[in-house]
T-cell receptor, first 113, second 114 residues
């Protein structure tokens, strides 16, 4: 079956612009996660959705970051007023239930100039 | 702070050797531990998941063990092949009030020499 998909695969934007990243999880997976992978920083957890709800948003790096999930399926991660330090690969993962295997998408590579 | 550490950071071995990658974590209150591989410029591929109540999991030439009391996991790769070359990541889903997502180690960069 289809895996986790993300779009766009690459995004180049200018500092100060807003960007929206999309994640399509595996069908039927109730849990969805966003992570960020920066050069030299490793993989960093951002936010988790159970259904359409995110119990804790404290993992988001700043108030310029927001995320939502609709219909228990597609999720979008929005970064407002992008900064150069936002440049990273943003990865989405989903799992059938929270404590099950997480399957990752290919990521969106974001470059802020 | 709940952390995950992987040793070694890099490893290069000749083809055919058996090898062990190590992962340690700071808190025994976990739901599960997951091993991934990441190829350059690609996403993460799940290799094995060990639930908190389990001691080990096997898939083909891979075997992962979990010792919660000592905060350690190992990934054993048998009869290594050049196609095994990748970065291997260990990740823990903590249950003790930490992050809702996986906490990752920085990975072991593995090169299998033909």
């Amino acid at each position: 079956g289809a895996g986790v998909s993300q779009s766009p695969s690459n995004k180049v934007t200018e500092k100060g612009k807003d960007v929206e990243l999309r994640c399509d999880p595996i069908s039927g997976h109730t849990a969805l996660y966003w992570y960020r992978q920066s050069l030299g920083q490793g993989l960093e957890f951002l936010i988790y959705f159970q259904g359409n709800s995110a119990p804790d948003k404290s993992g988001l790096p700043s108030d310029r970051f927001s995320a939502e999930r609709t219909g228990g399926s597609v999720s979008t991660l929005t970064i407002q007023r992008t900064q150069q330090e936002d440049s990273a690969v943003y990865l989405c993962a989903s799992s059938q239930e929270r404590v099950e295997t997480q399957y990752f998408g290919p990521g969106t590579r974001l470059l802020v100039l | 702070k709940q952390e995950v550490t992987q040793i070694p950071a890099a490893l290069s071995v000749p083809e055919g050797e058996n090898l062990v990658l190590n992962c340690s974590f700071t808190d025994s209150a976990i739901y599960n531990l997951q091993w991934f591989r990441q190829d350059p410029g690609k996403g993460l591929t799940s290799l094995l998941l060990i639930q908190s109540s389990q001691r080990e999991q096997t898939s083909g030439r891979l075997n992962a063990s979990l010792d919660k009391s000592s905060g350690r996991s190992t990934l054993y790769i048998a009869a290594s092949q050049p196609g095994d070359s990748a970065t291997y990541l260990c990740a823990v889903l903590y249950s003790g009030g930490g992050a809702d997502g996986l906490t990752f180690g920085k990975g072991t960069h593995l090169i299998i020499q033909p």
